[in-house]
């Protein structure tokens, strides 16, 4: 769906911006807004195998512009829309994001969101204690480095950090930049109060049953 999704974003930009510079060039065209290699991340959603020797469903995130459609076989892909839209409402990183301005043209949004959820879903499948109510079981670090792979063309990459790095257990609220959560002055019981709340078991995994067999 993502796939799809940015492939239309893609055709409408450059039929847009750029169709008048380089009219019979349509390759070289896709290459100058999107990579169609992954490189960008605009296009990362998480897959979930099962393996049927350890029962367990192992999540992961894919850029799906270069990945061929077969190696997905038995694979469950679930999107940004697929984890909130305006219809079924949205999850806490999807208005994390946008409370703190951290989706300016939105291109690269979908990505960045399905990275860090798959950050977090594999942080909360781990050994660590489990963190304070609110808080995820990752560190500010690795909060950040969830998105490593992901590049903002419009560069609010501040924001998108601090939208990552509210999830995690070791942060300091201080240190978050503007966002429209909370007033300068408010205490930080007024600041936490205020959040969306996280919810470790928001980390469903749309892996079907019937694949399981
Ligand atoms: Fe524009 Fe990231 S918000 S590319």
Not at 112 to 127: H, P, Q, R, T, Y
Not at 152 to 173: E, L, Q, V, W
Request: proline share 4%; with cysteine.
């Amino acid at each position: 769906m993502v796939c799809t999704c940015v492939e239309a974003m893609l055709e409408f930009v450059l039929e847009e911006k750029f169709t008048a510079r380089c009219k019979d060039r349509r390759s070289k065209r896709l290459d100058v807004v999107g990579t169609r290699r992954g490189g960008c991340g605009s296009c990362v959603a998480l897959v979930s195998k099962y393996d049927p020797n350890l029962k367990n469903v192992e999540d992961f995130s894919v850029s799906l512009c270069p990945t061929l459609l077969c190696s997905l076989n038995g694979c469950s892909v679930t999107t940004s829309e697929g984890l909130g839209n305006t219809r079924d409402g949205f999850l806490s990183i999807h208005e994390r994001f946008a409370s703190f301005h951290a989706s300016q043209c939105g291109f690269c949004t979908p990505g960045m969101c399905m990275s860090f959820f798959s950050a977090l879903v594999n942080a909360d499948k781990g050994n660590k204690s489990d963190p304070q109510p609110g808080f995820s079981k990752l560190t500010s670090s690795e909060a950040e480095k969830a998105i490593a792979g992901n590049l903002c063309r419009c560069t609010g990459y501040r924001s998108i950090a601090d939208a990552c790095k509210y999830f995690a257990a070791d942060i300091d609220i201080e240190d978050l930049g503007f966002n429209s959560f909370w007033k300068k002055g408010d205490s930080n019981e007024v600041k936490v109060s205020k959040f969306p709340p996280y919810d470790p078991t928001m980390n469903f995994t749309t892996y079907p049953e019937f694949l399981k067999s």
